[in-house]
C-alpha cells in the first residue's frame, strides 16, 4: 500500500466532515455544477463517480433525483461509502484507470484525483466508451497545463470542452454572503482567471 493509499485508510472514517470545511456548502456547490456544466442532467440519470471516498458527493446527487455509483480504490473507503448511502445506490471495489461499469452511465465523475491516471489520453478514452453524455473532474491549473489536458480530452474524442473556476474553499467555511461573493466571482473572467493564479481549481465537463 502506498502511503497516500495509507492516509486514506486511516481517515475513511468521516471522511467527508473532516476534510471539509463546510461539506454541505463545498459538495453541493460540485453536485450543482456537475449537473449543469456543459450537457445537462436530468433526474434518473445516472453517473459513476470515480475515486468516490466515503460518498460524500453521493448524498448530495441523490437527494437532485439522479443515480449515483461509486468506486474507490481503498477498501476503507468503500466501506464508509455503503454504510453511508446503504442501498440507495452501489458502491465497488475498484482502480479508476481499469473500471468499466456494468452499463453505460450518463455521466463520469473523477474528483481530486485526476492524478492517478496512469495515462491521461488513455485513461479518457476508457471513459469515452462507457460515458454517454460527459465526464466531470476538478483540475489544478498550476498542476497541469489546461491547454495540455484539454488537448489530451479532444484526442479521446471529447471535442466539447467546457472549464468552470471553483472558488468554494475546502478548508474555510465561508459565510453565507462571502460564499455567494465568491460563486459570483467564478462568472468573472478575467479576474477569475487571476485568482487562478494563485490557488483554487477548475471544473471540466467534456462531451462527444
Known sequence: MSAKSDQYA???EEWTEKAYADATAYLAHRADLVASLGPLLVPGDELLDLACGDGGLGELLLSRGFRYRGVDATPEMVTQAQRRLGDRAPIEIGDLN???PPAP???TSVFRAIYYA????????????YTEKKLVFDLNPRQYRPDDVVA?????????VQLRPFFVPQTVALPRIVSAGARALERSGPLARLALRLRFTY???ASR
Not at 152 to 160: M, Q, T
Request: charged fraction near 25%; charge should be positive.
Open 10 to 12: 486511516r481517515q475513511a
Open 98 to 100: 481499469d473500471y468499466a
Open 105 to 107: 452511465v450518463a455521466a
Open 118 to 129: 496512469r495515462d491521461r489520453q488513455a485513461f479518457f478514452e476508457h471513459v469515452a466508451t
Open 152 to 160: 489530451d480530452l479532444r484526442a479521446a474524442g471529447l471535442r466539447h
Open 203 to 205: 471544473l471540466v465537463a
